[in-house]
């Protein structure tokens, strides 16, 4: 039997003890993957139960509940910081591409450890194409908030909508990537080929 929190425990014990000891905008930035790793955890425990309200068997999760789940259990940990700490634009850019390569490494370390490590292509797709569509989606919702959170008349709304903008890119993703053959294929390279655009065109954006 698997235990999540057994992995998770694991993981972030290291990190929370070096945080004590690095310079503030380091440990920072270390808090931030383990807020991506929380809610990754978070996310589990949340799509179970609503799987289990609703009666959906897990593939129709995959499609219909993860993905509006696992967006917005990533977004919730940086809304904090922007509104209890008033965290400049900057900051919450950078913030949220973090939490969401926590929220992909532990995902990751998930699948290895229920699935093995025997089929490397497999691993490969899993690790490239999953987790840079985790970044994707946190990098939508960071540069809406960048664009969007000076504008008071805009904040509201405009977050809701980078939300399920985030929401709807998973969900197709999921749905690409859960057909074998070319399909699994073109799903798994669109991220890393929009995250590539990204860095090219946007990279002044969240430029430390």
């Known amino acids: 039997m698997i235990y999540i929190e057994n992995t998770y425990i694991c993981l972030v014990a290291p990190l929370l003890l070096v945080c004590l000891i690095l310079r503030k905008r380091t440990g920072r930035s270390l808090l931030f993957i383990i807020f991506g790793m929380t809610s990754c955890l978070l996310s589990a425990y949340v799509s179970t139960l609503f799987a289990g309200l609703t009666q959906t068997d897990m593939a129709e999760a995959t499609y219909q509940i993860s993905p509006a789940v696992e967006e917005i259990m990533k977004f919730l940990p940086m809304l904090f910081y922007l509104l209890v700490f008033n965290a400049d634009r900057k ?9 969401a390569a926590g929220f992909a490494t532990f995902e ?18 899993r690790g490239f194409g999953t987790g840079a569509m985790h970044i994707v989606c946190g990098m939508v919702v960071a540069i809406g908030l960048y ?12 977050t809701f909508a980078v939300i399920c903008f985030a929401i709807t890119g998973h969900a197709m993703f999921n749905v690409i990537v859960g057909r074998p053959g070319l399909s699994l294929w073109i799903g798994s390279a669109l991220p890393i080929t929009i995250l590539i655009i990204f860095y090219l065109v946007l990279f002044p954006l969240t430029d430390t």
């Open 91 to 99: 900051s919450a850019v950078n913030g949220m591409m973090l939490i």
């Open 108 to 125: 990751n370390v998930c699948y290895l450890t229920a699935n093995g490590s025997e089929d490397l292509v497999s691993l490969l797709i």
């Open 147 to 158: 664009l969007l959170w000076e504008h008071p008349w805009l904040r509201a709304v405009g």
